[in-house]
Nanobody, 123 residues
Framework: VQLQASGGGLVQAGASLRLSCAAS????????MGWFRRAPGKEREFVAA????????YHADSVKGRFTISRDNAKNTIRLQMNSLKPEDTAVYYC?????????????????WGRGTLVTVSS
């Protein structure tokens, strides 16, 4: 199983970025997918998740209204549209895949993880 995240970069506060995660080696539509992030010196935190069919999404309060998760099961891909970025959004962003019905916002419930992509937001 491979999860390849891309789309990170250096932007100014208020800008937008779109992250993508391409999955291979798994039956993509059988997995819920999530985005997590780890900021420098901080623990990993939940960002957003989407169920298998894509008709239910979950966003952390810190990103609600600014970030949107989506998926394309035909392309084995999920995306994270990030708008109105803030310096506190600076982190390495990871995509992850989860099977089963455990809580979406707990990283321990995810079966597979990608390597991450760095997002840096300057003030």
């Amino acid at each position: 199983v491979q999860l390849q995240a891309s789309g990170g970069g250096l932007v100014q506060a208020g800008a937008s970025l779109r992250l993508s995660c391409a999955a291979s080696g798994l039956t993509f539509s059988a997995y819920a997918m999530g985005w997590f992030r780890r900021a420098p010196g901080k623990e990993r935190e939940f960002v957003a998740a989407i169920n298998r069919s894509g008709d239910s999404t979950y966003h952390a309060d810190s990103v609600k209204g600014r970030f949107t998760i989506s998926r394309d099961n035909a392309k084995n891909t999920i995306r994270l549209q990030m708008n109105s970025l803030k310096p506190e959004d600076t982190a390495v962003y990871y995509c992850a895949a989860k099977i089963g019905y455990a809580d979406y916002n707990e990283g321990k419930n995810y079966n597979y993880w990608g390597r991450g992509t760095l997002v840096t937001v300057s003030s």
